[in-house]
C-alpha cells in the first residue's frame, strides 16, 4: 500500500497493524525532521494517528495541553491530535487550524 504512494512523501514510512485494521503512511519531512514518524499513539498506546497537512496552531496547544499533565515525545504537530483526543474526543477538530487529514 505504501510503495503506491511514494510519490507522496519519499522521506519515511510508517505502519500500525492491529486485530481489524492497518494504516500505513508516507511522510515529507517538513516539521520535526527528527522525531516525526508515524503513526504516533497516546501513552497508553490506545489512540494512533496518521496526519498528512500542518496544523498551523499546533505550538499554543502543546502548552495547553502540557499544562493539563500531558507529556510529548515529538516536537511535531501530530502528536497534539492524540493527546487532544483523549482530553476531547472527537470534538478535538474544533480546537485544530490548518490544512489537513488525520
Known amino acids: 500500500m505504501c510503495d503506491v504512494i511514494i510519490h507522496r512523501g519519499p522521506d ?8 481489524n485494521i492497518g494504516m500505513g503512511m508516507r511522510r515529507l519531512s517538513v516539521i520535526d525532521l527528527e522525531t516525526g514518524q508515524q503513526p504516533v499513539s497516546n ?25 493539563m499533565g500531558c507529556t510529548f515525545s515529538t516536537s511535531g504537530d ?6 487532544l483526543y483523549d482530553q476531547y474526543g472527537i470534538d478535538c477538530v474544533h480546537k485544530l487550524r490548518g490544512m489537513f487529514a488525520f
Open 12 to 19: 519515511d514510512e510508517g505502519y500500525f497493524i492491529d486485530d
Open 43 to 67: 501513552v497508553e498506546g490506545s489512540v494512533q494517528v496518521v496526519m498528512n497537512g500542518e496544523i498551523y496552531n499546533y505550538q499554543e496547544i502543546r502548552k495547553e495541553l502540557q499544562a
Open 78 to 83: 501530530t502528536e497534539v491530535i492524540v493527546h
